[in-house]
């Protein structure tokens, strides 16, 4: 069986190949590699590798792919302020053309890369995926009209599902520290302190990037009733947290950093909790392999490992918004 990954150079697609390789399918990977040089250990090779823009894939190129895993995007509300129109162009028309030549070419599953993003604000206690959605950035914009005008062309060939993944963290070969948790950490590991832009009290939905990939490959293999047009909440109902219960459980590793509240409040107001009752009823076999404490562990020992220093905390190579108005700045053809 063909699967395409798109994005596989990126935080989660490093976790998507290896996994999709060791249960035997064939994975084709394409990627314009927007982070190259970035790379924290080396990465495992897809099977085959295109290196494209995704907005120049042909209805060709997709002919005898079974799945396409998209995950491309410019993938954070940062990188989507800084450039919106980039933003809608790849993560919004890009993806939409994508599944446009996939059902054409005669991919039956189009597996998508949401996110929780999309809700937002919300005082409610749990986000389930019937709620209103309140997307406060153009990233979040883009994730919800995909969703919607890709939803519109499921029939019986073509199966999309939505996965709307909560905010990642932990190891990866790709790593990013643009992420709260793995942000958090790496300032108490190579600053000695902890840092909270916030007050502490945004609510954050949490998920380790591994099982972000691990439910791509539970979303491939169930059967096709299960997953077809569904959207999904992926991470855990215990995997709710305060940005300051993050902040005392980094505390716990590193003893002698003190928590500093900025209290800077950005543009970003994001504060919200998500249910995922809705994964276990659809895949009730399918359980997050890590929880925050045990992933911050993990992530914890390889900064160690690596003597993660402040030279690494304040390069360009672990912020993907850094690099990225690097790119931005070139003249010709950034991005
Ligand atoms: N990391 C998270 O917390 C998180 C949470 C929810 C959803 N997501 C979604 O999951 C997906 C992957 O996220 P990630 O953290 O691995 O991001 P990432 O930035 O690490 O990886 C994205 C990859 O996509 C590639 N890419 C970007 N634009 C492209 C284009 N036009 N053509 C081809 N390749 C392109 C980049 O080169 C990069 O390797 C994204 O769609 C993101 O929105 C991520």
Known sequence: ??????????YIGAHLVPL????????IGNDVDLFEGCEWEPLTPPDLEWKKDLRQITEE????????????????????????????????????QLAKLSKKAGVSRFLFSS??????????????????????????????????????MADEHFSPA???????????????????VNNLLACAVARGDIRI?????????????KDIARA??????????????????????????????????????????????????????????VSFDYLNQLLPHFQLEYTLEKGMQELFFKYKEHGFSQHDFESDQFVRLRTLKKRLSRVENPI
């Open 162 to 180: 939505f996965l709307r993944n909560a905010t990642a963290y932990g190891h990866s070969t790709m790593l990013r520290i643009d992420l709260v």
């Open 1 to 10: 069986m063909k699967v395409l990954v798109t994005g596989h150079k990126g």
């Open 20 to 27: 999709l390789k060791a249960k035997g399918y064939f994975v």
């Open 61 to 96: 190129d997709l002919r005898g792919i079974d799945c396409v895993m998209h995950l491309a995007a410019i993938s954070n509300d940062p990188m989507g302020d800084l450039n919106p129109q980039i933003t809608y162009d790849i993560n919004r028309d890009g993806s939409i």
């Open 197 to 209: 832009m916030s007050d502490g009290s945004p609510w954050r939905p949490l998920v380790h990037c």
């Open 115 to 152: 996110s929780c993003s999309i809700y937002g604000k919300s005082d409610k206690p749990y986000m389930t995926e019937s709620d209103p959605t309140i997307p406060l950035t153009a990233y979040a914009i883009s994730k919800i009209e995909t969703e919607k005008a890709v939803s519109a």
């Open 216 to 273: 791509f490959v539970a979303f491939l293999e169930a059967p096709r009733a299960a997953i077809h047009n569904q959207i999904v909440n992926i991470g855990g109902n215990q995997e709710n947290f305060q940005v300051r219960d993050v902040g005392n459980l980094v505390q716990k590793f590193v003893p002698t950093a003190n928590i500093v509240y900025t209290g800077e409040v950005g543009a970003d107001s994001r504060d919200y909790k």
